[in-house]
């Protein structure tokens, strides 16, 4: 497995936009196109304005199938047009790709 941790700086005044479009269409989105997010989070610091989350894949080539999937999917593509009237949600995004570490176990 591989985890893609994604950060967004959110737009201005948009953070509250942002976890409603994942909280009622993106989670059940990812989990339809195979990406279940393990965890989310908000920055401590508000000032900070970023959203994060990690995202479960079985490697590299299925994590890009699923996304070429999501980006194509009607209800996205719809969800997108209609939460971003007002102007983009998010003014940049960035992946870090990561895998467990062979010593360290969890219970």
């Known amino acids: 497995m591989i985890y893609e941790l ?18 009622n269409h993106v989670v059940a989105l990812f989990a339809k196109h195979g990406m279940p997010i393990k965890q989310f989070w908000v920055d401590a610091d508000d000032a900070n ?3 994060y989350y990690v995202v479960e894949h079985r490697d ?6 699923n ?14 047009r ?12 960035e992946s870090i790709f990561m895998r467990n570490a062979d010593f ?4």
């Not at 994604?6 to 909280?23: H, L, N, Q, T, W």
């Not at 590299?60 to 199938?65: D, I, S, T, V, Y």
Request: overall charge neutral; cysteine-free; glycine content about 4%.
């Open 49 to 51: 304005n970023r959203l």
């Open 67 to 80: 996304y070429e999937r999501f980006r194509a999917d009607a209800e996205w593509i719809e969800v997108k």
């Open 60 to 65: 590299m080539e299925a994590r890009n199938l």
């Open 82 to 93: 209609i939460s971003e009237l007002n102007g983009p949600l998010t003014q940049k995004q």
């Open 6 to 23: 994604r950060i967004y700086d959110v737009s201005p005044g948009k953070m509250e936009a942002i976890i409603e479009r994942f909280d």
């Open 104 to 107: 360290f176990k969890t219970s």
